[in-house]
DNA sequence: TAGCGTCGGTCTCGAAAAGAGACCACCCTG
DNA sequence: CAGGGTGGTCTCTTTTCGAGACCGACGCTA
């Protein structure tokens, strides 16, 4: 159990990785993106142990990533993603963007696009005041308001 | 063996997560983007068993991520982001985000700020053609060179 | 030179998680 | 009633993980 405890950290990476950091919670996740809802069709896609797939989903349910639900037709269960789910989108292309950029010798294997557009979806890291566009030299970690409480919460607990 | 096996199918998705897809291995990136360097500062930074630490640094050594090397001054071994590793700067900030939305009820436990500017780092989505923001319901997937190239091989194979 | 602390790193062992595959109840269809 | 598909469970084996002792090399200092 201690980490698990990690979530408890006043850090905004370290908690959502409890939930998505393992071997299969996110190409689960890119499933669902790509349009699969099915327990079988998640199975056999990833040729995840069933076992493991129950439980990735019930995490994943339980965190409200997913939501479990009948079909409207009502002859099987279903997984959609939530609003929540949805807002993962661009971790899953910001993984894209590495990948083809470092693991795919022969160019992406697959593009992207935008709907009725010849571009492709790309994932950019800007300032949201000035827009310049940032990597990891411009940027500076400051205290925010979600640590302050975290400090004051020990400080009593 | 089954599992590493998912790194040979034609997906940018999957290929990435099978060296990133684990517990320890994008927290010991997101220290390693926050400037630590040594064996022990990871270790103790994050409570994760040397062991393994152990294994995941020599495996982020193989595939380029991290290079291990004597510091200048000879006295110690450090671990340092490749260009390589520091190319995977917006998955974490894509995943910082979404904490911030989703897992931070008390506001943002760290601002990453843009050096010498009020704005915060964003990772946003948008076409590199028509440069419009988008989500995952604006994006469609279509085969490209990696993919023909996978099936060629796998004819010829 | 003996003692001590720190460094990255290894080893062992018990606990937890993952993998495989059989099995289940349910429903529908022929 | 048989057969196939559904989501889901159970059992058993293998793999991975976690905790912590242990190691040699190095630097310092008494």
Redesign the pocket.
């Given at each position: 159990m201690?980490?698990e405890q990690l979530a408890d950290l006043p850090c905004s990476i370290t908690r959502p990785l409890v939930v998505l950091g393992?071997?299969?919670t996110l190409l689960i996740l890119k499933e669902a993106f790509a349009g699969v809802r099915?327990?079988?069709a998640f199975q056999s896609n990833l040729?995840?142990?069933?076992?493991?797939l129950?439980?990735r989903?019930a995490r994943l349910v339980d965190h409200e990533i997913l939501v479990?639900q009948q079909a409207v037709d009502g002859?099987?269960?279903e997984y959609r993603l939530s609003r929540k789910g949805h807002d993962l989108y661009p971790i899953l292309l910001a993984i894209k963007d590495w990948g083809d950029a470092h693991m795919a010798p022969d160019g992406p294997p697959v593009h992207y696009r935008h709907r009725d557009c010849a571009g492709e979806a790309r994932v950019t890291l800007a300032c949201d005041c000035c827009g310049e566009r940032m990597t990891a030299h411009d940027v500076v970690p400051e205290a925010g308001p979600g640590l302050l409480a975290h400090v004051d919460a020990g400080a009593r607990g």
């Open positions: 201690r980490y393992d071997r299969w099915r327990f079988n040729g995840i142990p069933r076992s493991r129950q439980d989903l479990r002859d099987h269960v």
